[in-house]
């Protein structure tokens, strides 16, 4: 479990077993941290709103070479859509970046982590006010697809997920003796898991001298829509295979792969 803790502007790591605790991030780029989530797959960083800072900060992950150490600033204070004192923070269906800025009682959109800039402001995704919008906190995205923003008066707001159009007050104001909200989450519904099938018809239907296309049909999915794909190469045969992309960001089944040397042997294989 990872806890910002904004008073001392750190980040603790607490083992949700023992209970022993260590401390994952401490940095002077931590100016009061609230909102804090890890990234779409496949990136596990973890992302930190800076709440004095105006900004977003991005931490490399447990599972990378010097964890809790600062990658860079996400969301810089500068350029950043008008972000005033950041709270909550959130990715969405669509792997970017949503974020409460609390001052301006808004919701921001930013590129995420595996989008072509970024960090880089996309829009107000709530606008002010929208819906009596007041010091938005925490906010989540629905298993419908909506977006839901804890408002300080007391309410949570449902917006459309696509849109950002004001949808409904969910929780109206004080229901069961709410006061003053601040963070939200879905409890999570049993998942049975699926296995995607396997890529097992890759074909090359143009060779050229420097230059193949890959070609392939689509697998079932695994009830989870596909966003893209990783193309492994190998060369020379045996040699081990070697990530050449690791997410296409596309669903399209057809890669070229340009730059390559005449009179060479090579293996691919794809992944979903």
Do not use: C
């Not at 969405?92 to 072509?116: C, F, H, I, K, M």
């Not at 010091?135 to 408002?151: M, T, W």
Request: proline letters at 9%.
């Amino acid at each position: 479990m990872y806890v910002a803790s904004g008073s001392n502007d750190k980040v603790f790591r607490y083992d949700t077993n023992t209970g022993l605790v260590d401390e994952f991030a401490s940095t002077t780029t931590l100016f009061g941290p609230t909102g804090i989530t890890f990234g779409p797959t496949p990136d596990d960083d973890l992302y930190v709103a800076s709440l004095n800072g105006d900004s977003i900060i991005r931490l490399q992950g447990p599972n990378d070479p010097s964890p809790g150490t600062v990658i860079e600033t996400f969301v810089t204070s500068a350029g950043s859509g008008g972000l005033d004192r950041p709270d909550g923070i959130t990715f969405g269906p669509d792997g970017n970046l949503y974020v409460a800025s609390s001052s301006t009682n808004q919701v921001l959109r930013y590129q995420g982590p595996n989008a072509g800039s970024p960090g880089t402001f996309i829009s107000i995704f709530v606008t002010a006010n929208s819906g009596t919008l007041d010091i938005p906190h925490g906010l989540e995205f629905g298993q419908d697809g909506n977006l839901y923003v804890a408002s300080f008066n007391s309410k949570v707001l449902r917006y459309d997920g696509t849109t950002g159009a004001f949808m409904d007050e969910f929780v109206p104001p004080g229901a069961g003796g709410l006061v003053e909200s601040f963070g939200l989450t879905f409890a999570q519904r049993p998942v049975t898991p699926t296995v995607p099938d396997p890529i097992d018809d890759l074909t090359i239907p143009n060779i050229f001298s420097t230059q193949l296309d890959l070609s392939w049909s689509a697998p079932f999915d695994g009830n989870s829509p596909i966003t893209g794909y990783r193309i492994d190469r190998e060369s020379p045969i045996g040699g081990g295979f070697t990530v050449i992309v690791l997410d296409t960001g596309s669903p399209s089944t057809t890669f070229p792969d340009p730059g390559l040397m005449s009179s060479t042997e090579y293996n691919y294989r794809v992944f979903q």
